[in-house]
């Protein structure tokens, strides 16, 4: 496994040479993401910034996430994670927008068809739209790195020619 400072560079770079930018709205992860840019040699270039929405309050109030939305699906669900990627393209207007929720600790919407360890992610790219559902088990820490490192590889993986 490459260590996430060299996804995170790499990814930059890729941002960095595409003269892209890029911004989050980040309910789990808590910021890390927008964090972990804010460290890369070329973040004054391509970092918009971020929002940390872990409350399903702040995901309305803030973003504008339809509180319909929120009550159909919970707020950890692709459902919600998109609204809040498109959301947060509007304030932002990034070329590259990541959105995640998840269930890192008990305590959410977890349920048997969706356990602890499951996590939500949306990228927009321009105007391509990437969702994943994923699964990971460990502490709450190893989750979050896990999501995080799963999401680099995303949006690096959308920047190579097949």
């Known amino acids: 496994m490459r260590d996430l400072k060299e996804l995170i560079e790499e990814c930059s770079n890729l941002l ?11 309910s789990a992860t808590a910021g890390m993401l927008a964090f972990e840019f804010s460290q890369s040699e070329h973040s004054g270039e391509i970092l918009r910034g971020g929002i940390v929405c872990y ?54 919407s977890e349920g048997p068809g969706k356990p602890v360890g ?17 699964v990971f088990s460990g502490s709450a820490r190893e989750i979050v790195y896990c999501t995080i490192e799963d999401i680099i590889k995303t949006v690096i993986k959308s920047f190579k020619k097949p």
């Open 16 to 26: 960095a040479t595409a003269k892209y930018t890029i911004a989050f709205a980040e």
């Open 118 to 134: 499951t996590m939500f992610y949306c990228i927009l790219i321009k105007e391509k739209t990437i969702e994943h559902r994923k």
């Open 55 to 108: 409350d399903a309050h702040i995901k309305e109030k803030i973003l504008g996430v339809p509180k319909g939305l929120i009550e159909k699906y919970t707020p950890e669900s692709a459902e919600v994670t998109k609204e809040m990627a498109f959301r947060v393209k509007k304030m932002m207007d990034a070329d590259v927008v990541v959105a995640v929720t998840g269930l890192t600790t008990p305590g959410g």
